[in-house]
């Protein structure tokens, strides 16, 4: 008997209807004769719709009391999804982060996980009914409600699934898999058979929302293998796991993109040791994240210094480089929030040489304008003006031959 750990995302319980279906479903693991414990979030857009119920009553709602709020969202569907369970005889009970005691840090909006107890599920997995426990939430040392980050369901079912061992993690979703980019931007994009650990982070992390970043990062350190498949249909699903050396990686595996992007330029400063750090140690200690940097000599000794920040930090980060670049009156500062990252990402990117020429090449010649490159081993990633996003979008998922039937990792 295997146990298995379900998450169901917020259109998957988008109605009662749907619940009932996703009820269905649930009972058919337990009729296969398997253990299940199953994790949801809010119906449809229920959390953006109370965010902006706080939102109207105070522009900057106080974080402890909006995490009282928001994780009301999945209290509803959970407790909705035990009821459509019981009306099929399936023993079941709905539990809130906190009865579960998801414990986590106290940074409200974007706590993290810091252990999850099993004894409450463990003893209703004992008598035979099926836990049904609210994502995106838990429970801070002082008892404080918390949520642990937009999307976070994802890494409740995965650190639920660590905690109880559990022999298979299922994330089910409007997709039936992981494709080679969104299918809502490349219709024609391919579903992954399957991807490694180190891939999904970095398409995770360079914005591709299939699966939230935190959740790939638990289930690579624990390895626990995770399916991606659709809630309402079949389909064998995209399988991460630990990469497989028997089969010979694609160079390119997938296509993410970000719109959340802003980027400054410093331009004109000396050269001098310390330069780096005087620009960005305001924006740093305001605890702005700088992702993209890129330090460029020009003919008469000076620099320019371009780095990127999320559009949302942007008039802040701008307002402390400015601060930063005050010491040399003939610097220049120019900024953009009109920009987006695009990201290929393959673990066959390691034993290719020549993917970052191949990549430049389509873009230039469809007169794409590249302002800015980061890279890892797996990963380049380039900086472009947003209006361009899609159609660089396109041209790269065809570049790199990702179109097409669905094949073999
Ligand atoms: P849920 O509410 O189930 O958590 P999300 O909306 O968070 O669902 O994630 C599913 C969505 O992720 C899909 O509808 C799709 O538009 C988007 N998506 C982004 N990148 C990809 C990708 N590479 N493969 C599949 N879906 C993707
Ligand atoms: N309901 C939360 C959100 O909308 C968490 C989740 O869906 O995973 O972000
Ligand atoms: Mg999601």
């Known amino acids: 008997m295997a146990l298995i750990v379900q998450k169901y995302g917020g259109t998957s319980v988008g109605s009662l209807e749907l619940i009932r279906k996703v009820a269905a479903r649930v009972a058919a693991v337990r009729g296969r004769g398997d253990s299940v414990v199953v994790a949801v979030s809010a119906m449809g857009d229920a959390t953006d719709r109370l965010v902006d119920l706080a939102q109207a009553l105070c522009p900057a709602p106080d974080p402890r009391e909006l995490d009282a709020l928001l994780a009301t969202g999945e209290q509803v569907s959970c407790a909705l999804l035990a009821m459509a369970l019981h009306a099929r005889g399936v023993p079941a009970r709905s539990l809130t982060g906190s009865q579960v005691r998801i414990r986590t840090s106290s940074a409200h909006g974007r706590a993290r996980i810091e252990e999850v107890e099993t004894t409450v599920l463990d003893a209703m997995l004992a008598a035979g009914e099926v836990p049904v426990v609210a994502g995106f939430q838990g ?218 020429a191949r990549l430049f090449s389509a873009l230039a010649r469809a007169g794409i304008t590249v302002r800015l490159v980061s890279t890892s081993e797996i990963r380049i990633s380039v900086l472009i003006d947003e209006t361009e996003l899609e159609r660089a979008v396109r041209i790269v998922h065809n570049e790199f031959s990702l179109s097409g039937q669905s094949g073999n990792y």
């Open 139 to 356: 429970v801070d040392a002082a008892g404080a409600i918390t949520t642990i980050g937009r999307g976070g369901s994802d890494t409740t079912a995965v650190a639920l699934a660590v905690a109880l061992k559990a022999d298979e993690c299922q994330i089910l979703t409007d997709v039936d898999g992981v494709y080679t980019c969104d299918p809502r931007m490349v219709p024609d994009a391919r579903r992954l058979e399957r991807l490694s650990f180190d891939e999904m982070l970095e398409l995770a992390g360079q914005g591709s929302r299939v699966l939230h970043l935190r959740a790939v990062e638990f289930a690579a350190k624990y390895g626990v293998a995770l399916r991606v498949l659709a809630s309402h249909g079949d389909g064998p699903g995209t399988l991460i796991d630990r990469e497989d050396p028997t089969v010979e990686a694609p160079v390119v595996s997938g296509v993410a993109f970000n719109r959340d992007e802003a980027q400054i330029v410093v331009s004109g400063v000396p050269n001098a040791p310390d330069t780096a750090y005087r620009l960005l140690q305001g924006v740093s200690g305001a605890g702005i994240e700088v992702d993209m940097i890129v330090l460029a000599s020009n003919q008469d000794g000076t620099i320019d210094f371009a780095f990127t920040v999320h559009r949302g930090d942007h008039a802040q980060a701008l307002e402390l480089a400015r601060q930063g670049a005050a010491y040399c009156p003939g610097a220049r500062i120019d900024s953009t929030d009109r920009v987006a990252k695009m990201s290929i990402v393959g673990v066959g990117m390691r034993s290719h040489a020549g993917v970052a």
